[in-house]
């Protein structure tokens, strides 16, 4: 999954897989060092003297809800205005520069930020911000742009972006841009021998490649791909999710596991590790429970509890009373690899609890409770058995308020709106800048040094969360709203 490329592609470096970077702090860094003329707040940021002195994340006093919703939506057009004044059109604000972001490709733009706000403005009552939003949209939105673009990225920031935006504002041009791009993107699916798409596709010529595909790539389109076809009456983009998860269950361990990453021309298993709910495999689970209700598909379903049993059973790595998931060889179960869990498998907490396990679900996310109490804000990778950060970047992650968000609808109780806030304060007091939030490189030691990006999904996601718990908005079906990994309403927008 590629967060951020471009800061590498700029730098000349090879563009790795975010999720194969994980445990590097590099992509933040070299960010840092990209800013310039920073204002003096930034300046100080990013030359590692202390921006603040960064304390353990403390329980704070639970505000009333409106109180709560009012910050939350101050902080979202916070961040909102600093990327319409520095970068509007462009895919990414680097708010501590004013400068910005191509997130697909180099010199190439998709107005990631805005395609990936449309649905949240909606849900804030930001009419006239999503009015501007819709218009670019609607005027500039170009698919046929000579690019490879990653086809994950695209399917869940720009399909599930526009298919959200469809479903708040009626638009008919964003539902025709939706189709626009997944039939751009579907030569990925339809050209591999086996169904299981190449990771890159140009939008362009159709060329598709990248035949090295991790899990979650495999199986992260079912969403998009199956409400579009339902929207269009064509079939062919939900038979085309559906084609990838039967090459990828046909190649299931005897134990039920699956490998990491498959290769995409022969089918066979370039890693044999689970690694399940940690990248770069987490959302392929999600999308088998989440597509399976937002499509009433029970095979969906149904995979979804056959993969997670054997997860659940040969993974869970119990320490000191708190749950963990470690490494398995998906023929064996023996395990394998180190003590290290991402920040990214928060989201599981949510999930096992949607999925009927709320018991493991809440454990889970006392688990990275835990963590949050021990730092200024949730490092990227930490030791689970010591807690310690393995990574200490912060990359504005959303994973823990989804979780919370989702164990809150499940359950309702309200321990996890205290959680959500107390996250939500440690980014106010680390990551604000006046250019609006921005990711750090490290968050550990004696200073906060931060990067210099807002990532497209924190107008998708975070606040989304914080919103919908504490505003109890007459826009969100909160029975029936179904939300896809990139926090995308595919469901329950009224
Ligand atoms: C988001 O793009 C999505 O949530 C994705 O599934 C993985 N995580 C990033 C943000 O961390």
New binding site residues.
Partial sequence: ?L?HPSPFAQSGLPRPSRRRMLGSAAGAALLTAAGTAAAPAARAATTGEPRSTPSRSASRTLPADAHAAAAVRAEYLHSWHGYTAAAWGHDEVKPLSGGHNDFFAIGRTFGLSIVEALDTLYLMGCDQELARARAWVEAHLDPTQNADIHVF?AI??LVGGLLAGYNTTHSQVLLARAREFADRLLPAFTSSPTGIPYTHVNLRTGRAHGREVPL?EAG?SVMEFGLLSRLLGDARYYDASMRAYRAVLARRSSLDLLGTVIDAESGRWLDHTSRAPD?PV??FY?YLWAGGRLLGDSRLTGWYRLLTKPVLAHQSDVRGGRLWFHGVDAASGARTGPTYQSE?AC?YAGLLAKGGDVSRGAAYFRSWSAVLARHPVLPETVDYTTLAAVDSGS?L???YA?AAFDLWRVTGESGYKQAAWNWFESLRSHHRVAGGYTIAASVDGSAVRLGDLT?G?WFA?NLKYLWLMFSRTPRFDYRNGILS???KVLAGAR
């Fill in positions: 999954m967060d990225e869940i920031r979650a992260t990248p987490d959302s999600e990214l989201f990359e992650r959303p994973e989804n990532p999904y996601e990994t990139e926090g």
